[in-house]
């Protein structure tokens, strides 16, 4: 009987340290809140008409809450102009260039929609 309660104890003692640990996690506010992805015609830097509903949610977002833009420089301050234009509060709005980073391989003469991609995060 002594073993089998010696044998409790400890194991309690061992899963103190990961019931605390994740304690802790649970605390931490979860961010970014949202993500949105916009891809940008070929060979344009004007919004699409397409992505304007996820816009005009993004802007609508702005007003409560921080939004970082990340993409190809030309195309991220597209998207913040955009932002602006439906009512997004420009002082909330970050851009931050990124270089592109293709989701897949594309044959030769193939063009990567992927180097279009402009990263909205709440």
Do not use: C, W, Y
């Not at 103190?16 to 993500?35: H, I």
Request: charge should be positive; aromatic fraction near 2%.
């Amino acid at each position: 009987m002594r073993k089998l309660s010696s044998a409790f104890i400890l194991a309690g003692l061992a899963l103190a340290p990961v019931t605390a640990m994740s304690q802790e996690l649970a605390s931490v506010p979860n961010t970014p809140v949202s993500d949105h992805m916009v891809f940008m015609d070929k060979g344009d830097t004007r919004v699409p008409s397409s992505a304007m509903e996820t816009i005009r949610n993004a802007a609508d977002a702005a007003k409560s809450a921080p939004i970082r833009i990340e993409g190809r420089v030309d195309h991220a301050n597209a998207v913040k102009q955009e932002l602006v234009r439906q009512g997004a509060p420009a002082e909330a709005i970050t851009v931050r260039p990124t270089p592109t980073k293709p989701l897949v391989k594309v044959g030769d003469g193939v063009a990567d929609p992927t180097e279009r991609r402009v990263d909205i995060k709440f």
